[in-house]
């Protein structure tokens, strides 16, 4: 696979390796976050924190849509499946996300909801052309890389006159979440979280450019440095990261040249601009209520707004109060520092959002990582 | 997050429509979001829609800079 | 002695014609359509004996039974169709306890409305597979659902053979020190049906590498390797199998990404679903855990076989009280590769 292999060679990891380990000053500490899950399923993957030196640690981010998706919003898909008897598409990362009276979607799939796992939110369009009878939704969550075929795929069906298609919009946003995470008080404060800085997204950075991560660099003094996914770039990113740190810098630099320029896709912009707005607020599980940090459906296409059509109200949901995903998608505690973790919580039985997903922090760890711990004690 | 791989366009279709190949696999791909897309360029390709192109030129400099960093780094701790 | 007049029953219309309740009621219409479409490809002297159970010569020795369900979607698909998965999928399970398959049965739950020139390309593929393997299908039975109730069809194989003297393999035997080799390409079969269903084309398809593989354990067995675990990877694919045998026998296991064998059509199909191919079901290969000193004379033996070729070793047992698998990646570093979490679905995080 041209320009993917490449990227993943061990020989030129060696090097990147040695180069970090040669950059990162003896008896100092580096901690990064990389914000993207993309980027946490990659580091546990291929193991790149076996090619790190003993002294750069990465922190895992709240970047994994599927994670901080709130049990309330399943439910509302849930909820429109069971109760209004729509076609619900969906990506397949939803499907067996717990939520309320122990259902998941895949549950509500056996109790004969129309549930059904699209690639693409094109399939879900196609669907509700096919079948006029049929109310279909589609149940739109992702930061902003996803948001754009969205976008699209509203305006079609609002060109195409379509009466039978809807968007439950669970759409948001990755720099409120960042500024999130450095506002808490344990980074901005008292600094027990220390963050050195952060690895941006991939892809999302192909659609909004590197322009909107200026603010970290400048208003809190923290380098970004925006790296593709594959595990070369990430390794690259770190060494950046660490030069950055070490020559007193805070700047926003872009590894991922090859796909991300400063002002990022306009098209794209425009279109997501033309179909959304901001949500004053949101709940992120694990964040809490999160300001500017999500998008909702514009007036003029309320048509399509599943919130609209169809009487849904949104319930909050609390996670189980042992669950220490917020300390974790914050930084501030590591997934074996949760009394639930790997005995309750496991990737079967996820009580928070960190254990949902593959990428979720706890759930990469005890995939992927768990012999460390074994090594540790 | 955001599964997306770089893909290269074999077939340009109507409607914004293409035809983009990886590792010998094929998958019809919407163009609706870039512009002036040809066939033979490489996108990056999420959820069935090219996000954006990929800079050949930009791919092959990072490749450099990952193989030279290396080698200087070997050298230096010869 | 007078010839009783029977009355003219009209052949089946294979072309057009559909399974509908009747056919499952026992009677005449149940009669034909074993008469006239299964039978007939089947053919073998313990079903034209047409009694309720065949009658088998006795075994000198011990006798190993399996059975298997098979309900997959699509029905027909690149490299073979339900029928000859259940066929290859039973005698597998019987190879890989060491022993000879000799007999099958098999058991079909029809959909009302199921089309018989379907039926027929099912059974007409059962039959080859079953004849090309060697092994007979001795007894079966038909039921029809109503309409709704059921895919099309769902079959159930069970296989009878034989285990000579001396062969003992069990998933609880693999001992620190044994390697691990896989006999061929990982990931053809999931990925053949799922490409099917997420419409992915192909400029070389993905075909189902389902195959029967009692000739090439027997290859495997006469070489003289010490085998200790032989077992098949289906569904959830060389990981699942690995860490079954881990937990069986109480060991960990280091694989080697770089060693496994993987198309490239299939690295890359998986790539785009968000899907790891150490995950995906595989219906012609087998994993052998052999004692480390044979691991070359198993590879040779594996290679020397048809559906051997790309055949390789690929991990190492080792001592671990957690009973990890773990891999190192091509990347050069590590991770464990763990038991799968429910189905593997496409993802776009």
């Given at each position: 696979m041209k320009y993917v292999d490449e990227f993943r060679d061990g020989g030129l990891a060696k090097g990147l390796a040695a180069a970090v380990s040669h950059a990162a000053v003896r008896g100092r500490d580096y901690s990064f976050m990389e914000f993207c899950g993309g980027h946490t399923h990659a580091i546990f993957r291929y193991g790149v924190a076996d090619l790190l030196p003993a002294n750069v640690h990465m922190i895992h981010g709240p970047g994994c849509p599927v994670c901080v998706l709130p049990i309330g919003r399943i439910d509302m898909a849930i909820e429109l499946a069971l109760e209004h008897g729509v076609t619900l598409c969906t990506y397949g990362d939803t499907l067996r996300i717990p939520a309320s009276n122990g259902l998941s979607l895949l549950k509500a799939k056996s109790q004969g909801g129309d549930i059904r796992i699209v690639y693409s939110c094109a399939d879900a369009l196609a669907l509700a052309q096919q079948h006029p009878e049929r109310q279909v939704v589609f149940f739109a969550i992702g930061f902003e890389t996803t948001t754009p075929p969205t976008a699209v795929v509203i305006r079609q069906a609002h060109d195409l006159g379509l009466e039978n298609f809807s968007v439950l919009c669970c759409h948001v946003l990755t720099p409120a979440a960042i500024v999130h995470i450095l506002e808490s008080p344990e980074v901005r404060d008292d600094g027990t979280v220390a963050l050195d800085g952060f690895i941006g997204p991939a892809h999302v950075s192909t659609v909004i450019g590197s322009r909107p991560y200026e603010f970290v660099a400048v208003k809190y003094r923290k380098p970004v440095v925006i790296a593709g996914f594959e595990p070369l770039d990430v390794m690259q990113a770190i060494l950046m990261l660490v030069k950055q740190v070490n020559e007193g810098r805070a700047e926003v630099e872009n590894e991922f040249s090859r796909a991300v320029t400063r002002e990022g896709n306009v098209k794209a912009q425009r279109l997501v601009a033309e179909v959304f707005e901001l949500r004053r607020e949101f709940e992120w599980r694990g964040l809490g209520i999160v300001a500017d940090s999500a998008l909702s459906i514009r007036e003029n296409f309320s048509r399509f707004d599943a919130e609209k059509r169809f009487p849904l109200s949104y319930r909050q949901v609390a996670d189980n109060r042992a669950c220490e995903c917020g300390a974790i998608l914050r930084g501030v505690k590591r997934p074996w520092q949760c009394k639930l973790f790997g005995t309750v919580c496991t990737p079967e039985n996820p009580m928070g959002s960190c254990m949902v997903s593959s990428e979720g922090a706890c759930a990469a760890h005890y995939s992927y990582g768990r012999y460390k711990e074994s090594e540790r004690v | 997050m955001c599964l997306a791989l770089p893909a290269r366009i074999i077939e340009i279709r109507g409607d914004d429509m293409a035809v983009i190949e990886l590792g010998g696999v094929r998958k019809e791909c919407s163009l609706a979001l870039i512009d002036d897309a040809v066939v033979g360029d490489y996108v990056i390709v999420h959820v069935g829609y090219a996000l954006t192109k990929l800079d050949p030129e930009e791919a092959e400099k990072t490749l450099q800079l990952f193989a030279e960093l290396g080698d200087a780094t070997l050298e230096a701790e010869r | 002695m007078t010839d009783v007049k029977r009355g003219y029953v009209r052949p089946?219309?294979?072309?057009?014609g559909r399974v509908d309740m009747s056919h499952g009621s026992g009677g005449r219409m149940t009669a034909q359509l074993i008469a006239e479409l299964f039978a007939v490809a089947f053919a073998n002297d313990y079903l034209g004996q047409g009694d309720d159970g065949a009658v088998l010569p006795a075994a000198a020795g011990r006798l190993v039974m399996s059975t298997d369900c098979h309900v997959v979607s699509p029905l027909f698909f690149p490299g073979g169709d339900i029928g000859c998965l259940a066929v290859h999928g039973t005698i597998n399970d019987v190879a890989m306890m060491g022993a000879t398959p000799l007999y099958l049965t098999a058991g079909f739950i029809l959909e009302e409305g199921f089309p018989f020139a379907d039926l027929k390309r099912i059974v007409d593929s059962m039959a080859r597979a079953a004849k090309e393997a060697g092994v007979p299908v001795v007894a079966g039975d038909t039921k029809v659902v109503e309409r709704g109730h059921g895919d099309g069809v769902f079959i159930t194989t069970t296989a009878l053979g034989f285990l000579p003297e001396g062969v003992s393999l069990s998933g609880s035997r693999a001992r620190p020190g044994d390697r691990i080799l896989v006999s061929g390409t990982l990931g053809d079969h999931g990925m053949a049906i799922m490409a099917q269903r997420e419409s992915l084309g192909f400029s070389s398809p993905i075909v189902s590498d389902t195959a029967a593989l009692h000739g090439m354990v027997a290859a495997l067995l006469a070489s003289g390797a010490d085998v200790h675990v032989l077992r098949d990877?289906?569904?959830?694919g060389l990981a699942t199998t690995l860490n079954e045998i881990a937990e069986q026998s109480g060991v960990g296991m280091m694989i080697q990404e770089p060693a496994l064998p993987i198309n490239r059509e299939v690295a890359a199909a998986c790539e785009l679903l968000g899907l790891d191919p150490l995950y995906v079901a595989n219906e012609g290969k087998l994993v052998a855990v052999v004692a480390g000193e044979d691991a070359e004379l198993a590879l040779a033996a594996l290679l020397a076989h048809p559906l051997g070729g790309r055949a390789a070793i690929v991990g190492t047992v080792h001592e671990d009280s957690h009973h990890f698998v773990q891999m190192t990646t091509g990347f050069g570093g590590r991770r464990i590769v763990d038991w799968l979490s429910g189905e593997q679905l496409p993802r776009i995080c």
């Open positions: - | - | 089946l219309d294979i072309k057009q990877p289906t569904r959830g």
